[in-house]
């Protein structure tokens, strides 16, 4: 099955053109059917195996259906991966598989909390980078996506929130939040072998110490088509800059300090074009001072020349607080950016960078309380373009400023592209089976979604690929 040469290919100029089709199957063979004998216990969250166990699908498949991709969204608050398919019907999706990420022997005895995702170009292995546990001992697991097994436990240091494979898949670049680095790894897939072979301690740069940054984490990055990659610094919108890291060199090549780029969140390169979009947000805060950018809180998003390395949109709005993940359409017409406090966001026209519709809400809990609102995270867009899924975090969230990233249902809601309109909220782990008890036992893991990502399993007509870089 062929797949598109530009997805893992740094790209020469500014533009490819043309229909391409999108591979995520490894020689056509069907994902094997889970064991019903190889069962977890949901009841006890302190309950591990030293092997890997699959849980019994809440929903059994047609057998006689054929899945067209896979959505894996991770739970960070019972450190599970969750993994559902296109059901029979219209806007139904069947749970087939889940994923205890602290059930594998090659993970450290603390166990770890899976945070963000990302693919390889043939989608057959996926790196999740963990935020915490595992110590110094597992910063980011690969899975082998054909049969769910963990193949690597990298030691990329503490705090990693984000792993991806560059563009011709021999390397992971890791944001390391608690060293403030960013980690390069060789992965020889066909081995299935992991190696730190490097690393760029961010405030030892002279580049960023000469653009007077003097604080913040690396939080996420992305591929430009230049042989770079561009790093939001976080967490805080008041650490937010951006770093540009030269590949050939592996050293920071530019770097845009607050006063100029206060980005702390999301990464996204343009399909086609030498442009890149960023995001910036901050929570409100209803304790600060009537009137400061604290009480009123942040949500912007920035647009970024990579050819030219000029800032083309100087933070536009995007209509709610502490604007987070964004996603583009297959067809790459419409950029959908979502803001995590007030449960909304907007589309922006890639073509123009302007805003041309609002999206009243992600999740379907919205209201002017804060208490009574989901709260979406990341979002990741079915291969066929019919759908956008996006991650609502729970009542009790593992990271993020708690006023904005706490949430009423935790799973993730399905959008129907079209429409703009929830057509389902999947909870993989309903909050209702947790009690006030449990709720307030901090022993007693509860569910938090976070990261997501959408695995083809079929060809697609499509005009990008279903994940960057492009």
Not at 403 to 412: L, R, Y
């Amino acid at each position: 099955m062929e797949l598109d040469p530009t997805r893992r290919t740094f790209l020469a100029g500014s533009a490819t053109a043309g229909v391409i089709a999108v591979a995520g199957c490894t020689g056509g063979e069907e994902d094997p059917e889970p064991d019903p004998d190889e069962d977890e216990d949901h009841d006890d969250p302190d309950d591990h195996d030293d092997e890997h166990t699959d849980e019994e699908p809440d929903d059994e498949p047609d057998d006689d259906a054929t899945a067209q991709y896979e959505i894996w969204a991770l739970d960070q608050g019972r450190d599970n991966i969750h993994i559902y398919e296109p059901g029979d019907g219209d806007d139904e999706f069947d749970h087939v598989e889940e994923i205890d990420v602290n059930g594998f022997e090659d993970v450290p005895d603390e166990g770890v909390v899976p945070h963000m995702m990302d693919f390889s170009s043939d989608y057959e292995y996926a790196a999740i980078a963990c935020t915490a546990g595992g110590g110094q001992g597992a910063g980011t697991l690969v899975f082998r996506t054909e049969d769910r097994e963990l193949v690597g436990v990298i030691d990329t240091g503490p705090g990693s929130h984000m792993a991806s494979f560059d563009p011709s898949d021999e390397y992971l670049h890791v944001d390391v939040m608690g060293d403030r680095k960013i980690v390069r790894v060789d992965a020889d897939l066909e081995d299935e072998t992991f190696e730190v072979v490097d690393y760029i301690e961010i405030h030892e740069s002279d580049v960023v110490a000469e653009a007077g940054i003097d604080s913040g984490e690396p939080i996420c990055h992305q591929y430009d088509g230049h042989g770079r990659t561009l790093h939001t610094l976080g967490p805080s919108y008041h650490d937010g800059a951006l770093v540009i890291v030269d590949h050939d060199e592996f050293a920071v090549e530019r770097a845009y300090s607050g006063d100029e780029l206060p980005t702390n969140c999301g990464t996204m390169p343009h399909p086609t074009e030498d442009k890149f979009y960023l995001t910036a947000g901050l929570p409100s805060d209803p304790d600060a001072e009537e009137g400061t950018l604290e009480y009123e809180g942040v949500g912007d998003y920035y647009v970024y020349d990579t050819a030219e390395d000029e800032i083309l949109v100087d933070g536009e709005s995007t209509d709610g607080i502490d604007a987070h993940g964004f996603w583009f359409t297959p067809d790459g017409e419409e950029l959908w950016v979502l803001n995590r406090e007030t449960n909304d966001g907007v589309i922006v026209d890639p073509e123009t960078d302007e805003v041309i519709e609002e999206i009243d809400a992600y999740g379907e809990h919205q209201s002017d309380d804060p208490d009574e609102r989901d709260a979406p995270d990341i979002m990741w867009a079915s291969p066929d373009g019919e759908y956008m899924f996006v991650t609502l975090r729970g009542p009790e969230p593992v990271s993020g400023d708690p006023h904005a990233a706490t949430g009423v249902i935790p799973g993730f809601s399905v959008l129907d592209v079209e429409s703009r309109e929830i057509v389902d909220v999947i909870e993989p782990d309903p909050i209702a089976d947790y009690d006030d008890e449990d709720l307030e036992d901090e022993s007693i893991p509860t569910p938090d979604f976070h990261g997501i990502g959408v695995r083809p399993t079929a060809e697609f007509d499509s005009e990008i690929p279903n994940s960057p870089p492009f």
